[in-house]
Antibody, heavy 121, light 110 residues
């Protein structure tokens, strides 16, 4: 069955960087893109961007464009999301999700369990 | 605030029906497919509906989706206490060139 397993919780100081990993299984890794979505405490969902696991093409949300990098590692079938220059309002649960449609579209059919990133001094 | 507009909360009694609206514009809902997600407390979102009205495999037919113009609607019939959750609509925004969500609707089954 399809599963996406994410790395564990992180605590970072303001200004630092965090890298969250997402390891899908149960399907051909390169056949689907991976989206990243975050959720601040008590808030709604926020789309951060997505990466093609086929060729590494990325599309980042405007507000994260200068601070986020999404990468894939085909040898280990792992996807990474790095967020730099962390601020306190980056404290959130970060989800990876399999992109359930092709091209410019949004649908996420399988989700990781989420990774809590806490930014605090 | 969110690009898509949802009511913050809805409620109904067990066995009743409820609808959750999601309003947008031609840049998003009007020209792109809508999907709906259920998020139970403390868990990851789960896909319910994709491409406006297609139920994901395993989702009971009590859940339905529809779209008209720049608005979409999630319907849930035969409400159960286990349906209490937050529900989100999502779609692509062509102008923003990115995914967008509604602010979420908290369903309470009284």
């Amino acid at each position: 069955q399809v599963q996406l397993v994410q790395s564990g919780p992180e605590v970072k100081e303001p200004g630092a960087s965090v890298r969250v990993s997402c390891k899908p299984s149960g399907y051909t890794f390169t056949s689907y893109g991976i989206s990243w979505v975050r959720q601040a405490p008590g808030q709604g969902l926020e789309w951060m961007g997505w990466i093609s696991a086929y060729d590494g093409t990325t599309n980042y949300a405007q507000e994260f464009r200068d601070r986020v990098t999404m990468t894939t590692e085909t040898s280990t079938t792992t996807v990474y999301m790095e967020l730099r220059s962390l601020r306190s309002d980056d404290t959130a649960v970060y989800f990876c999700a399999r992109k359930g449609c092709g091209g410019d579209c949004y649908s996420a059919d399988f989700w990781g369990q989420g990774t809590l990133v806490t930014v605090s001094s | 605030q969110s690009v898509l507009t949802q009511p913050p909360s809805v409620s109904a009694a067990p066995g009743q029906k409820v609808t959750i609206s999601c309003s947008g514009s031609n840049s998003n809902i009007g020209n792109n497919y809508v999907s709906w997600y259920q998020q139970l407390p403390g868990t990851a979102p789960r896909l319910l509906i994709y491409e406006n009205n297609k139920r994901r495999s395993g989702i009971p037919d009590r859940f339905s989706g529809s779209k008209s113009g720049t608005s979409a609607t999630l319907g849930i019939t035969g409400l159960q206490t286990g349906d209490e959750a937050d529900y989100y609509c999502g779609t692509w925004d062509t102008t923003l060139s990115g995914g967008v969500f509604g602010g979420g609707t908290k369903l309470t089954v009284l």
